[in-house]
């Protein structure tokens, strides 16, 4: 190892040209001592969180060291947004990718060459092309960093094939150049692995803590009322900052599209728009004439704002590290940072089908950070613990600071299980995972715990016995969450060489024979609100709402119905016809005590407004009054009327009295397609009149009796009307025809 410059003069000229060129005057964290390492020649490693000040570690050493720094980074906005950011300060830096022409690339060679150049940006496959490679063998090149290295393992979130082939290119440039590697985000596992890739082994490791204490995390289950609460939360949030992630472009549309609609300023990007919006968008977000940017995960990388006050993700991420990576945009500045998860399991799934057609190692890596993932969401443990344990960071104490420790969920108090636990990774010589000992523990199924003969230990299903106070039985999922927050607690390690693999450290150890009570807190059940809403268990209606899946006021439901009746009574009409289920559970939810925002009910309108509504809006605003019910008024959600297009021309052809096969076979619907788009309207309570069309192709007397059944009906189901009309011989097409016809007559 190279001796590192500890003069004095070194020392003032590097804080100097750090004021003279970012305008800083103190140095932050570990930079100044990494710096050094570089400057000295050494191979040097950072493990440093998002925001920290990581590009300024290579980017001042660069400028100020003779010759030019290779820069490999993985993306080629990432490379332009840093080089921009660079020529502002006055340093020639650029790039070299396959956005370049010929003269371009002749220019940033020259420049190399001759020594005015200071950072040279280049992605990994542009530095194995042949004429490259002759051209670096001739710069006069300081040191190389490889950023973003967590791309070299195969176990991170992000992994790139072509960045382990680095460390051979280097080598056939010069092999003594060193070396600094750089990551955001790297398990102890993944650490390792760029280490041994780039055989830096030796390197100086700065690694900085991952706990970014003014961010507060929360999960949230992700429920049919998700839009509503998202709207809620920005509005509580007015004129802040914020960042949505999404899983899919037609996601990142749709939520933008919400927003907008919902007087939010939020504007979409991804991958999809093409690059002028992409950058006008994201120029707005950076200047703020956007609040709100809703946008893939391509959004963030090298964005460096300071000021993001809240980041949401909409979808649940499909790593922890990509979690933490998103998250760490929010509050960079040091103040407010919240981050909102919604999680449900049909989004894992979903991720888990766009798994299938990878390599095997490859879906197994993606399932084992998916589970992390899941784990994270509904473990009842401090989040920032979870975090920081999962970065290979031991927290000794719940932070108070996420939604974890603000809202705990039960606490347990246990012993002899954590020992029973300790013991079976003990007796299996350390070399299992979490659930290979929770199958074991709980004798559940599983072959390897057979053909590893661990059926034949002590504690094969000692793991079944009831827990004397709560009265039930642990399942296997139980003991997995107790493994897991063993962990978090330093009772057990993760083997940082054989994923997933467990050990015990000193203090597991110990516990083992002098055992004492410890707490650990139960799991959510988002999981379970999930089955019981979309099972068809008889009993689900009673679970429904204890299980969070409905958001309304049953008190108020109750009597939203009652008057129903009696109006339907008052006036000899079905109930449905005034209001159906859906309009009334949504009013039980959302308070309306206006005539416009009755409207914006799904399936109201202002047609039955006027007709039906004045009762209706009474009545709530008594309740609303009586039980000092806060209406969130400002959350009254506008659905983005995208199809609304097609249904104005719809309307426009009816009033033109056009035929319905023509309208159909104009938008390319079919008929039955376009009779749904009329119900749709009609139920939303618009007057349309089909007369014209339903006179040509039914007589009176049809006519007559389909409407006076409708009329004494106990529901509007097209399917029990065919039934109960069954001598009739009509067809569906045209009760569904009558219906609009009765609806708009008399409900609308
Ligand atoms: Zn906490």
């Known amino acids: 190892m190279r001796m590192i410059q500890e003069e004095t003069g070194v020392q003032h ?57 290779i820069v490999i980074s993985p993306l080629i906005a ?136 003014n961010l507060y995390y929360e999960v949230r289950p992700k429920l049919a009322d998700v839009n509503k609460q998202l709207i809620k939360y920005i509005k509580n949030n007015k004129g802040k900052s914020g960042i949505i992630y999404c899983l899919s472009r037609k996601t990142v549309e749709e939520v933008a599209n919400l927003l907008s609609v919902n007087d939010i300023k939020a504007l979409p990007y991804h991958a999809g728009l093409d690059g002028q919006t992409r950058m ?54 040091g103040l407010e940072g919240n981050c909102v998860m919604f999680y449900n399991i049909e989004d894992i799934q979903k991720l888990e089908k766009f798994n299938k057609d990878k390599s095997v190692t490859e879906r197994d890596n993606a399932r084992h950070l998916l589970n992390e993932m899941v784990a994270y969401a509904n473990l009842g443990a401090c989040r920032r613990r979870q975090l920081l344990s999962y970065f290979g960071e031991y927290m000794d104490k719940d932070c108070g600071f996420c939604d974890n420790c603000v809202k705990p969920t039960q606490k347990i108090r246990i012993q002899n299980e954590a020992v029973l636990i300790l013991k079976a990774i003990q007796q299996t010589d350390q070399r299992f995972d979490g659930e290979h000992i929770a199958d074991l523990i709980t004798a559940t199924d599983n072959i390897y715990v057979t053909s590893y003969e661990h059926d034949k230990l002590e504690m094969y299903g000692a793991g079944k016995f009831k827990d004397e106070q709560e009265g039930e039985e642990y399942g296997v999922e139980f003991w997995r969450s107790m493994i897991r927050q063993l962990v978090i607690l330093g009772f057990l390690l993760k083997d940082s060489e ?23 807190s139960k799991d959510h ?50 109930p449905y016809v005034i209001f159906q289920d859906p309009s009334l559970e949504e009013m039980a939810t959302t308070y309306p005590t206006t005539s ?45 009327a995208n199809k ?20 159909a076979e104009s938008k390319g619907l079919a008929m039955d397609e376009l009779i749904e788009e009329i119900e749709h309207i009609c139920y939303s309570g618009t007057k349309l009149n089909l007369d014209y069309y339903i006179n040509q192709i039914m007589d009176r007397d049809r006519q007559h009796d389909i409407y006076d ?12 009307a065919l039934d109960e009309l069954l001598e009739d011989d009509v067809t569906e097409d045209e009760l569904r025809l009558m219906r609009i016809k009765f609806l708009s007559e008399v409900a609308n």
């Open 498 to 520: 054989n994923f997933g693999v467990l050990k015990l450290s000193d203090k597991g150890a110990k516990f083992i024979n002098d055992p004492f009570p410890i707490t650990i």
């Open 525 to 574: 059940t988002f999981d379970e609100n999930e089955t019981q809403k979309s099972s068809d268990d008889e009993d689900v209606t009673d679970l429904a709402p204890a299980g969070g899946g409905n958001a309304y006021d049953e008190a108020l439901l109750g009597l939203l119905k009652a008057l129903r009746k009696k109006l339907a009574k008052d006036k000899n009409l079905p």
């Open 644 to 663: 609304s297009k097609v249904k104005i021309f719809i309307i426009q052809q009816i009033d033109r009295k056009v035929d319905l096969d023509e309208i």
């Open 13 to 69: 000229t590097l804080k100097e040209r750090l004021k003279e060129i970012f305008g800083y005057s103190q140095f932050r964290g570990e930079q100044e001592a990494i710096i050094n390492s570089i400057m000295g020649g050494n191979n040097t490693f950072v493990i440093m969180p998002t925001g920290a000040g990581k590009s300024l570690c290579y980017q001042l050493p660069a400028i100020t060291n003779e010759g030019v720094a």
């Open 280 to 333: 006008h968008n994201q120029d707005a977000f950076l200047n703020e004439e956007a609040d709100v940017i809703v946008a893939t995960i391509a959004f963030g990388m090298g964005i460096d704002k300071p000021d993001v006050r809240f980041v949401i993700h909409y979808d649940a991420p499909k790593s922890l590290e990509g979690y933490y990576q998103e998250t760490g945009r929010a509050g960079r500045d």
């Open 709 to 720: 059944y409708f009329m004494t009906a106990e529901t509007d189901s097209i399917k029990v």
């Open 596 to 640: 416009q925002e009755m409207a914006q009910i799904n399936g109201v309108g202002m047609g039955k407004v006027s007709k039906f509504g004045r009762p209706f809006i009474d009545l709530i605003t008594k309740y609303v009054e009586e039980n000092e019910i806060e209406t969130a008024k400002d959350v009254v959600v506008k659905s983005a």
């Open 78 to 213: 990432l490379m332009k947004n840093q080089v921009d950011q660079l020529n502002a300060f006055g340093i020639n830096a650029q790039f070299l990718n396959s956005t370049l022409n010929k003269a371009e690339i002749n220019k940033v060679k020259k420049d190399a060459l001759d020594g005015s150049l200071k950072l040279l940006y280049i992605a990994p496959e542009s530095l194995t092309k042949e004429e490259n490679l002759d051209f670096l063998q001739r710069a006069n090149i300081s040191f190389v960093a490889v950023d973003e290295a967590h791309c070299i393992s195969e176990w991170g979130h992000d992994f790139r094939p072509e960045y382990r082939r680095i460390r051979g290119i280097i080598d056939n440039i010069n092999p003594d150049l060193p070396l600094i590697a750089l990551t955001a985000t790297a398990t102890p596992k993944v650490q390792q692995d760029i280490a041994k890739n780039l055989r830096m082994e030796e390197s100086a490791l700065f690694k900085s803590s991952f706990n970014r204490k």
